[in-house]
Nanobody, 114 residues
């Protein structure tokens, strides 16, 4: 399974970005798709995840600002990020649980700066 992220970039504080991640390659059953992020000098942390059944989980720091959604037919997950803050600056990684294995994307840089 391969994951391809897109949508990162530079945005001013208060702005918005939408990340996309498409899974491909021998897909049978993706149970969970989600987003993690890693800022310089910090550990990778969960941002949001969504199950095939529609359940979602968010980090407290992004609740009310970020929205995760999935298109199960396209094996794609999105992360709509609004009211971005400088502390949201990080490399954002897509991941998925396919059958019994976790897969990761290469990451996309999100920089929030004026």
């Amino acid at each position: 399974v391969q994951l391809a992220e897109s949508g990162g970039g530079l945005v001013q504080p208060g702005g918005s970005l939408r990340l996309s991640c498409a899974a491909s390659g021998g897909i049978f059953s993706i149970l969970i798709m989600g987003w993690y992020r890693q800022a310089p000098g910090k550990e990778r942390e969960l941002v949001a995840m969504a199950t095939t059944g529609g359940s979602t989980t968010y980090a407290d720091s992004v609740k009310g600002r970020f929205t995760i959604s999935r298109d199960n037919a396209k094996n794609t997950v999105y992360l709509q990020m609004n009211n971005l803050k400088a502390e949201d600056t990080a490399v954002y990684y897509c991941n998925c649980l396919h059958m019994t294995a976790w897969y990761w994307g290469q990451g996309t840089q999100v920089t929030v700066s004026s």
